[in-house]
């Protein structure tokens, strides 16, 4: 099967780099977020390390990598005898192109990730998982940037890796991995906990299991999440009887997440310093608690997976019928959460170059009985993600809502981007069975992504401010 996947990349590979020389043709300029990006990149390729933007509000890990994958380029160049200026070699196609490197590796990436989850589930299918991985290659907020200078695709490729090594059980290699993926970005520092969390709770599920099969206490292990925690619970309780077992399941936690514990220090140390997460100009990034942006992830997470989403329909009303009153109790909730925590980031409301504007406008805005009427949405997409993650081992269930929450809830601006990474590790719980399910999926990421370049490229307009520059259409 391998070679399938591997004509599969060499296809992906060659629509991403058609795609990536169209977009240079038509925007050979730096746009939106390259105004800043691609200068900071080509001082680091001149070598000029301490000269800093302050509009940029991420590490350098972008510009590092950039730097680390060109400069071998120039070196070769120059041995074969091909004269290429620093100025040449850090241009904007050049600089662009990493991302497409970087769009590959997450191809690749993908398909690993999709094969630790479900390569060894009864009827798994090889062809199923690498149409299922490229089809979540192409979810369009990645794929978009990916012709772009932004921080996106190597931020997701950090983060994948280092949760690829983690499944690999390579947790050293997937802490520095993890290292490198806060360097890209402050905020994948919620990925390494996940990659922590897993491997700690993990290992101390197992050493509970063995103390239970031992004591033979409780008899039986149930099936159920509620079961299992609750099993869990009575035999951490009949551990803490026994301090030395409790001094042992520490020992091997610290020694097995040592690399994440150093990540962790080393971020601590970093914030503690900088007085905060964000570098540079502070004040468009400033934490909140804003809760309603979980439900407009649902949303996104429903409606680019909707082909598994109607499956769902069925038992959704099911679970409605039997918990009505439980489930009232939610509303009530989530219309509390929205009357008082719905928040608009002066970007949102004032930059008509993003989606986002416009659905903020002509969806949220349209009236203010709009944003309760959601609430079925909401609803029904948390339904469908716990659908999704009904399968996946305990400890994930448990740790990625907290991560997504710590992701998420502090961002004031609805920002698309910040649902990639969310969407692409619950959107691999699903296992790939159903070829329809796939082509229905593979079509719609198709047309997204057809319509939305279509737009950024050939449906330019213009700023009355700005009569000079074209403004574009894009996530």
């Not at 690749?108 to 979540?136: A, C, D, P, Q, R």
């Not at 932004?150 to 390579?170: E, I, K």
């Not at 514990?261 to 503690?272: D, E, I, N, R």
Request: aromatic letters at 14%; glycine letters at 6%; proline letters at 4%.
């Amino acid at each position: 099967m391998f070679p399938k996947f591997l004509i599969s990349l060499a296809m992906y590979s060659v629509m991403v780099g058609v795609v990536g020389d169209m977009v240079t043709k038509v925007v050979p300029d730096p746009y939106m977020d390259e105004i800043f990006h691609i200068p900071q990149a080509q001082k680091y390729c001149a070598g000029n390390f301490t000269s800093w933007d302050p509009k940029i509000t991420t590490l350098p890990g972008l510009y590092l990598f950039s730097v680390g994958l060109l400069e071998p380029a120039h070196k070769l160049s120059s041995a074969l005898g091909l004269e290429i200026s620093k100025e040449q070699l850090c241009s904007t196609a050049n600089l662009r192109s990493i991302n497409l490197v970087m769009a590959i590796i997450n191809a690749v990436l993908l398909h690993t990730l999709t094969s630790h989850i479900h390569g060894m589930k009864e009827n798994y299918s090889e062809v199923l998982g690498i149409w299922s991985s490229f089809n979540t290659s192409l979810l369009p907020v990645l794929f978009m940037f990916t012709f772009l200078y932004y921080t996106d695709p190597v931020s997701t490729a950090m983060v994948l890796l280092t949760y690829c090594l983690h499944l690999s059980g390579q947790d050293w290699l997937a802490a520095f991995a993890g290292f490198l993926s806060v360097l890209c970005r402050q905020t994948n520092i919620v990925w390494v906990f996940l990659a922590a969390g897993e491997t700690a709770g993990e290992l101390v599920i197992s050493e509970v299991r063995v103390h239970q099969a031992r004591t033979k206490h409780p008899p039986t292990l149930s099936l159920t999440m509620g079961g299992q925690l609750w099993e869990l619970g009575v035999g951490l309780v009949d551990l803490a009887r026994y301090p030395w077992r409790i001094m042992r399941i520490l020992g091997l936690v610290v020694v097995s997440c040592g690399g994440y514990l150093l990540v962790g220090v080393a971020f601590l140390a970093f914030v503690h310093l900088n007085q905060g997460i964000v570098v540079g100009d502070r004040s468009a990034h400033t934490a909140t608690v804003h809760l309603v942006q979980l439900g407009y992830f649902a949303a996104f997470f429903t409606g680019l997976t909707l082909p598994f989403a109607v499956k769902n329909i069925r038992d959704f009303f099911a679970f409605v019928k039997n918990n009505y009153g439980r489930l009232l109790i939610v509303v009530m909730v989530m219309a509390m959460a929205i009357q008082f925590n719905t928040m608009a980031h002066p970007y949102l409301l004032a930059d008509n170059r993003h989606y986002t504007f416009y659905i903020w406008r002509k969806v949220f805005m349209r009236h203010w009985l709009i944003k309760f009427l959601l609430i079925p949405v909401y609803i029904f997409g948390f339904f469908h993600i716990c659908k999704c993650l009904v399968k996946s081992d305990i400890v994930f269930k448990l740790v990625l809502p907290f991560c997504v929450v710590l992701s998420l809830v502090p961002q004031l601006l609805l920002e698309f981007r910040y649902f990639i990474l969310p969407y692409i590790l619950i959107r691999a719980q699903i296992k790939p069975t159903c070829w329809k399910s796939l082509a229905i999926e593979t079509a719609m990421m198709v047309c997204v992504n057809v319509a939305t370049l279509y737009l950024f490229l050939y449906k330019p307009f213009h700023w009355e401010q700005e009569p000079e520059s074209l403004q574009r259409f894009m996530w």
